[in-house]
């Protein structure tokens, strides 16, 4: 059973940054998935980054060339590294995986394993 835990998420002033990592287990395929998703009070749930396991790296439009995303394969932890945070940042953020294939889509629903999600909060 795959699991999926986020830490690293807390509360950080506009123009600050913030590491989050997922630490994922119980997965045997070399082919996946890997991203995060966010979503604020009374908004839909958005991604913020993918990346597969041939190295490719997807963006949200709002946080490119802001955030950045990675994984460390020795560790199986997936990384999404926050920099010049603003208040719009404010969600929860959920780290997601799907394991059919090597080809992130973009919609939410194609991602079958989730985690409990990290709150971000950005004060301005």
């Known amino acids: 059973q795959v699991q999926l835990v986020e830490s690293g998420g807390g509360s950080v002033q506009a123009g600050g940054s913030l590491r989050l990592s997922c630490a994922a287990s119980?997965?045997?395929?070399?082919?996946?998935?890997m991203g995060w998703f966010r979503q604020a009070p009374g908004k839909e749930r958005e991604k913020v980054a993918t990346l597969d396991s041939d190295g490719y790296t997807s963006y949200g439009y709002s946080v490119k060339g802001r955030f950045t995303i990675s994984k460390d394969n020795a560790k199986n932890t997936l990384y999404l590294e926050m920099n010049s945070l603003k208040p719009e940042d404010t969600a929860m953020y959920y780290c997601?995986?799907?394991?059919?294939?090597?080809?992130?889509?973009?919609?939410?629903?194609?991602?079958?394993?989730w985690g409990q999600g990290t709150q971000v909060t950005v004060s301005s």
């Open positions: 997601a995986a799907d394991f059919r294939g090597a080809y992130c889509y973009e919609a939410s629903y194609h991602f079958a394993d």
């Open positions: 119980g997965y045997t395929s070399s082919k996946y998935c």
